[in-house]
């Protein structure tokens, strides 16, 4: 069986886009990925394109050992059973300048759920540990590992004093509206942390759904490589010239 033919591809960069439904085009490359960073369809509206592939985290699965995948806790709670194969490892908050009102009786929805899923053992996974420099020197009290928190391995990261602390769990990052190719587009703020952390430099991230191409952007501003796929021709095209914007002659 011969592999699919790219959509779009940069192979200098590394980069590769392909136009299908991700449940027909992953199986035929047969990569292995790094880690996967991607945001699929929720199904929680009505529009054309935010169908819920039934079974592609079975199928991701088969690609890499390492997900970041963005959704609303209603779509993850709903969709449990087809995350059995994976362990939950952590989950970040990322809060956006502004919000969508769906209902007019519930608290202001401004945020949206990334969580991070593996495979396999924990210490076998990539985590380039996640840090802000905008600490200033002081002396930090020594505190005692709770009881309750019982025998934890020793962390890979090491707290120096005035140091660099560890990234937050919840981001603050401003969303693309007014400027979003795709409708649920990711800005790329978000999206670099993530990838840095779950992905080493040259190391290959795989976006299944890939909209208006972001990931693969930011994969290719972090020094990483990328490969996507997206159903819908529009946006894969709109990807494609996204991506071919970036790629300056040599």
Not at 67 to 90: D, H, I, N, P
Not at 145 to 158: A, F, K
Request: charged letters at 25%; aromatic letters at 10%.
């Amino acid at each position: 069986m011969s592999l699919p033919t790219p959509y779009w591809e940069d192979p200098a960069a590394g980069l590769a886009l392909y136009h299908g439904d991700m449940r027909d085009i992953l199986p035929a490359l047969k990569l292995q990925a790094d880690c996967i960073v991607t945001d699929p369809p929720y199904a929680e509206t009505s529009l054309a394109w935010d169908r819920w592939p039934d079974g592609w985290p079975t199928l991701a699965a088969s690609a890499a050992s390492s997900m970041w995948c963005f959704g609303s806790m209603r779509m993850f709670l709903g969709r449990a059973s087809e995350f059995a194969g994976w362990k939950l490892s952590q989950d970040i908050v990322w809060e956006k300048h502004n919000g969508s009102g769906f209902q007019n009786d519930r608290f202001k929805r401004v945020h949206e759920n990334a969580l991070h899923w593996y495979r396999g053992n924990w210490r076998d996974q990539y985590r380039d540990v996640p840090t802000t420099m905008d600490a200033t020197a002081r002396a930090v009290r020594r505190k005692r590992r709770p009881p309750h928190m019982g025998e934890i391995d020793t962390s890979l990261y090491l707290s120096e004093d005035g140091g660099p602390r560890l990234m937050r769990s919840v981001l603050q990052v401003r969303s693309m509206h007014g400027r979003a190719i795709h409708p649920t587009e990711k800005p790329l703020g978000i999206l670099d942390p993530l990838i840095r952390y779950a992905c080493p430099p040259s190391g290959l991230v795989l976006d299944p759904f890939a909209g208006s191409g972001s990931t693969l952007d930011a994969a290719r501003q972090t020094g990483r490589r990328a490969v996507g796929i997206e159903r819908h021709e529009p946006y894969a095209e709109a990807a494609a010239r996204r991506l071919s914007a970036l790629t300056l002659p040599v």
